[in-house]
Nanobody, 124 residues
Framework: QVQLVESGGGLVQAGGSLRLSCAAS????????MGWFRQAPGKEREFVAT????????NYADSVKGRFTISRDNAKNTVYLQMNDLKPEDTAVYYC?????????????????WGQGTQVTVSL
């Protein structure tokens, strides 16, 4: 069992930056692959980024590639999402998720544990 708590969301102007954090409870954090997903109003939840248990493999949605960076600190049980050059279309609730087995996945169904989400709003 693992509990995830996101933080770092907020309101930012287009072109600005935010860093989301996801703190995980439990000593098994380093065995989980981690992912970030987002859901905008009226839309389905979509994949944003994922990272393997050791940080050696990362994947990004095409829409955020080159602007967002996922990273993790296993000593702190925390995964991060650095978001640069934010656009209004990035506005959504961002969710952190944990996947057992250590290998990353772009599919939400592959993640067993989810945080409560943090709101990111990008204004013009």
């Amino acid at each position: 069992q693992v509990q995830l708590v996101e933080s770092g969301g907020g309101l930012v102007q287009a072109g600005g930056s935010l860093r989301l954090s996801c703190a995980a409870s439990g000593r098994a954090f380093r065995s989980f692959a981690m992912g970030w997903f987002r859901q905008a109003p009226g839309k389905e939840r979509e994949f944003v980024a994922t990272i393997s248990w050791d940080g050696g493999t990362t994947n990004y949605a095409d829409s955020v590639k080159g602007r967002f960076t996922i990273s993790r600190d296993n000593a702190k049980n925390t995964v991060y999402l650095q978001m640069n050059d934010l656009k209004p279309e990035d506005t959504a609730v961002y969710y952190c998720a944990a996947r057992t087995g250590g290998l990353s996945s772009t599919f939400a169904t592959g993640y067993a544990y989810w945080g409560q989400g943090t709101q990111v709003t990008v204004s013009l």
